[in-house]
């Protein structure tokens, strides 16, 4: 009942900045939580950060606390994660993620997915 579509990867270089949108459509008038999560060749899915219906609460992973920031605009039904100061680390395919539920950290949480968006933080 929800679609989702990333926006905004690309090359970025350490240090400087970038920001990733995701747009939602469908059911978006029902309140649900939106999450960030990012893959690594040859890794787990990993959380990145989660948002929940009001913007009032948010959850960072400790690897990305004090440089990203996630935000939501509810009337354009759009959820994104700025990237201040990224490294190399952080290259990865980012997709965001919905759930009519609260936000989890577990990507069994979300039944909702993107298809996902790619970083690359050049040093």
């Known amino acids: 009942q929800l679609q989702l579509v990333e926006s905004g990867g690309g090359l970025v270089q350490a240090g400087g900045s970038l920001r990733l949108s995701c747009a939602a459509s469908g059911r978006t008038f029902s309140r649900y939580a939106m999450a960030w999560f990012r893959q690594a060749p040859g890794k787990e899915r990993e959380f990145v950060a989660a948002?929940?219906?009001?913007?009032?609460?948010?959850y960072y992973a400790d690897s990305v606390k004090g440089r990203f920031t996630i935000s939501r605009d509810s009337a354009k039904n759009t959820v994104y994660l700025q990237m201040n100061s990224p490294k190399p680390e952080d290259t990865a395919v980012y997709y965001c993620a919905a759930t009519y539920r609260d936000y989890d950290v577990l990507p069994r949480g979300y039944n909702y997915w993107g298809q996902g968006t790619q970083v690359t933080v050049s040093s």
């Open positions: 948002i929940s219906w009001s913007g009032v609460r948010t």
